[in-house]
């Protein structure tokens, strides 16, 4: 085994430590919560190792990087979730290799991902980003975070936009604990209101039911709260060399 290989497979092996106590401690079998590893920075030749140490889901957060990546990782038996802000001119790369696209916070982008999934003859999937870091609709943001989603009070019309798109599937919903507004530093209480918008979410459409919640700070509290999908970087990869 590589040297990287072997440091991988401490990692992932130390990641699924938690994930399986967090689980014991919810009372939540293993199989309820699915780790996508997030890659973003790290090469290729990364992604491969991850692949042969059994990682079936990975993500990235920016097109210019992750096309490249998924291009050179094409055989591997990986999904490929998009989960940074999206501009709507990255769209059609992104619907090249994207499977599950976790950043959906505006009908622009659904209308957008929609065209591009018929005409690349795709399915892809969507969660609608719910911001949590305003307490109420800030005038001028459009009802939309610092870091991308859409507020709270948002997502009922945007699921039907999505529920409604050719090419398009609602899986559900993701946030990124926020780090201001009345949620900053209260991880739980922010994974548990998402969990109670998903309830909502569900009642009209039944299938979107994944929850994505928790990064490598956090996803004890994400498994508690009830997240179905948790998205590691820095605990399986290591401390990124650059903000990304
Ligand atoms: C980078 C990133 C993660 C992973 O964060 P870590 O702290 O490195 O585990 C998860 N979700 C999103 C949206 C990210 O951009």
Not at 10 to 17: D, P, W, Y
Not at 67 to 80: F, I, N, R, V
Not at 82 to 87: K, T
Not at 211 to 229: F, P, Y
Request: net charge neutral; aromatic share 2%; hydrophobic share 45%.
């Amino acid at each position: 085994m590589t040297d990287r290989k072997a440091q991988l497979a401490g990692n992932l092996a130390k990641v699924e430590e938690r994930i399986t106590a967090a689980c014991v401690a919810a009372g939540r079998k293993r199989e309820e919560v699915t780790l996508i590893v997030v890659t973003k920075t790290y090469p290729a030749d990364d992604v491969r190792i991850l692949s042969e140490l059994g990682v079936r889901h990975v993500a990235e957060n920016r097109d210019q990087d992750a096309a490249p990546k998924a291009a050179a990782c094409s055989d591997l038996p990986l999904s490929w979730h998009f989960v940074g802000q999206l501009q709507t001119n990255k769209v059609r790369s992104v619907v090249g290799y994207a499977n599950v696209v976790q950043s959906v916070d505006r009908a622009r982008l659904v209308t957008a991902l929609s065209k591009e999934a018929v005409r690349q003859e795709r399915e892809v999937g969507c969660l609608i980003q719910v911001a949590l870091d305003a307490a109420e609709p800030v005038a001028g943001s459009g009802g939309r975070g610092e870091r991308g989603g859409v507020e709270p009070g948002g997502i009922e019309e945007l699921g039907e936009i999505v529920a409604r798109a050719p090419g398009l599937r609602l899986d559900g919903l993701m946030t990124v604990a926020p780090l201001t507004g009345p949620y900053a530093g209260r991880e739980l209480a922010a994974f548990e209101r998402l969990m109670d918008l998903s309830t909502d979410l569900r009642r009209a459409h039944p299938a979107a039911n994944m929850v994505s919640a928790g990064m490598s700070a956090d996803l004890e509290q994400a498994v508690a709260a009830g997240a179905t999908h948790v998205r590691v970087g820095t605990a399986v990869l290591g401390v990124r060399p650059r903000l990304g």
